[in-house]
T-cell receptor, first 116, second 112 residues
Framework: DAGVIQSPRHEVTEMGQEVTLRCKPI?????LFWYRQTMMRGLELLIY????????DSGMPEDRFSAKMPNASFSTLKIQPSEPRDSAVYFC??????????????FGSGTRLTVV | QKEVEQDPGPLSVPEGAIVSLNCTYS??????FMWYRQYSRKGPELLMY????GNKEDGRFTAQVDKSSKYISLFIRDSQPSDSATYLC????????????FGSGTQLTVLP
């Protein structure tokens, strides 16, 4: 199993540009999460999906952020327009919860976003 | 007040030392407790998983949960330089579809 795959690993963009981050969860996992990590705020949940359906997007900071999961093997997080304060490491994670039990998440390696 | 509090450190210890990492929490509904290890420029990886109260041991690592005190700990015996990382606690209510609540992480350095 290749684990959770994120691309790109690094992204440098200019303020105002559109940024798209991509994630491929582990096959068979039915939950997918997008997190943002900064030194100041730690890990923040942005949005999560269950069976490709967005369940909770209350962590999405603004309308500039949007996420989609068109199928079970792919998700995107888009920022349009990007701002310097969006600079952070963005993680995707996936999990499966047989019987409703929580066995923890598997994280991808993250996308380091820098907005200049 | 945050739901999960974790001392950010940094914590620096000599090789071979016993390390104690701790988190406190306020939500009595939490039933699942985890520790993640995050190496620099990597994603967090699940290290230990505990359900409800008690101890769990895995090699040099021991996780303890004291629900009466709302306090969890991770002990690392015979610490190695390869244990140098940030350790995050995480927890979740029982059977809930809600996301994990993470601590802010403790940065650990084990000096050779």
């Amino acid at each position: 199993d290749a684990g959770v795959i994120q691309s790109p690993r690094h992204e440098v963009t200019e303020m105002g540009q559109e940024v798209t981050l991509r994630c491929k969860p582990i096959s068979g996992h039915d939950y997918l999460f997008w997190y943002r990590q900064t030194m100041m705020r730690g890990l923040e949940l942005l949005i999560y999906f269950n069976n490709n359906v967005p369940i909770d997007d209350s962590g999405m900071p603004e309308d500039r952020f949007s996420a989609k999961m068109p199928n079970a093997s792919f998700s995107t997080l888009k920022i349009q327009p990007s701002e310097p304060r969006d600079s952070a490491v963005y993680f995707c994670a996936s999990t499966v919860r047989p019987g409703g039990r929580n066995y923890g998440y598997t994280f991808g390696s993250g996308t380091r976003l820098t907005v200049v | 007040q945050k739901e999960v509090e974790q001392d950010p450190g940094p914590l620096s210890v000599p090789e071979g030392a016993i390390v104690s990492l701790n988190c406190t929490y306020s939500n009595s509904a939490f039933q699942y407790f985890m520790w993640y290890r995050q190496y620099s420029r990597k994603g967090p990886e699940l290290l230990m998983y505990t359900y409800s109260s008690g101890n769990k041991e895995d090699g040099r690592f021991t996780a303890q949960v004291d629900k009466s005190s709302k306090y969890i700990s991770l002990f690392i015996r015979d610490s190695q330089p390869s244990d140098s990382a940030t350790y995050l606690c995480a927890m979740s209510p029982s059977g809930s579809a809600r996301q994990l609540t993470f601590g802010s992480g403790t940065q650990l350095t084990v000096l050779p």
